[in-house]
């Protein structure tokens, strides 16, 4: 929670205003955030400053495992938070690759479940990465990157948090994840949960310890429409301690997290916070 705040109190003390052509809004930006969980002490990194729909993202991140690519499939598992992107963009409403209603492209999980070889077959990084970590092996290249330049244009919008790297030193699994773009009052409470998530779910399923995640973002910005409530409102909260996750143990496999996973397997402990601020979204 605390480089949380240093980042927003960064943003306001220290950034630079930056015109955004794709949303039409001017962002309050900085370059270069570090922020780092520990996930084996299950130190959640939860905001407290304000309610978090933690369960959305978390939903999220299992949509993206599942390589799902249609706003329907998220919100049928408890997320709405790519209904504004696969039906009001305009750019993408006149693309003549969007399948209609919901569709949102070969965006993050296909390209991490599928990515396209140019001979047609596909290639499921997070299954080489689940095999080979189950059996104990880093081979120094155990990434799963959403990141397809070739394919940007037949998805709704690039992927924000688009890499994500594990490696293993012993028995215990790290995670280094990479985020080019980041909405730090709306898209942050959710990136910091989902790579946590993420280092705890592959510890669990490849049967190793879970040790820090190191989460890495170049371009960090506020909308010009949500400074007020940063300012006003969020920062000058007193921010408490943090919750714990637990996850269902039972949950064994990939195959498990593709399959009968809900949002039921996934519980917090000790979640106290100050009332919720419903900060502007930009499409
Ligand atoms: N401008 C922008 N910011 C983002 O954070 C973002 C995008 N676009 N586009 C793609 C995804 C979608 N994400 C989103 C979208 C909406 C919320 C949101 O509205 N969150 C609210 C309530 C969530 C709920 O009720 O479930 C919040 O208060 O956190 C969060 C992340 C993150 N990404
Ligand atoms: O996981 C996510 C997804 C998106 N965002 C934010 C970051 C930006 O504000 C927009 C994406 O716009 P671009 O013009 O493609 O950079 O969505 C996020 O913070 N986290």
Redesign the pocket.
């Known amino acids: 929670m605390k480089t949380y705040l240093d980042l927003c109190r960064r943003l306001v003390d220290e950034g630079t205003w930056v015109e955004n052509e794709r949303t039409g809004k001017r962002c309050l930006t900085v370059i270069n955030a570090d922020l780092e969980y520990d996930v084996g002490g299950n130190a959640f990194p939860l905001i407290t400053t304000r309610k978090?729909?933690w369960r959305?993202a978390i939903a999220e991140l299992l949509g993206y495992l599942r390589g799902y690519s249609s706003a329907a499939q998220f919100r049928a598992i408890g997320c709405?938070?790519?209904n504004a992107?696969a039906n009001d963009n305009q750019a993408w409403l006149a693309n003549p690759a969007r399948k209609g209603e919901d569709d949102m492209g070969r965006v993050y999980g296909v390209q991490g479940r599928a990515w396209q070889k140019p001979d047609g077959t596909g290639i499921d990084q997070l299954r080489k990465i689940v095999d080979n970590l189950g059996r104990g092996l880093d081979d120094r290249g155990e990434i799963l990157t959403f990141y397809n330049p070739g394919e940007f244009d037949l998805g709704c919008?690039r992927p924000?948090m688009h890499t994500h790297t594990f490696s293993l030193l012993g028995d215990t699994l790290h995670l280094t994840s990479y985020q080019r773009s980041c909405?730090v009052p709306?898209?942050l409470?959710?990136n910091q949960i989902q790579v946590f998530t993420l280092l705890a779910l592959i510890a669990q399923v490849t049967g190793h310890k879970a040790g820090k995640a190191y989460h890495k973002i170049v371009n960090a910005h506020i909308y010009e429409d949500q400074l007020e409530l940063m300012k006003e409102v969020q920062l000058k909260r007193e921010p408490y301690s943090s919750p714990k996750l637990h996850i269902n143990p039972e949950i064994k496999t990939l195959e498990d997290l593709e399959t009968w996973v809900t949002l039921d397997d996934f519980e917090i402990e000790g979640y106290r916070h100050h009332e919720?601020i419903?900060?502007p979204?930009?499409v």
């Open positions: 978090s729909y959305a709405n938070t790519w992107n919008l924000c909405d709306l898209g409470n959710f919720a419903a900060y979204f930009s």
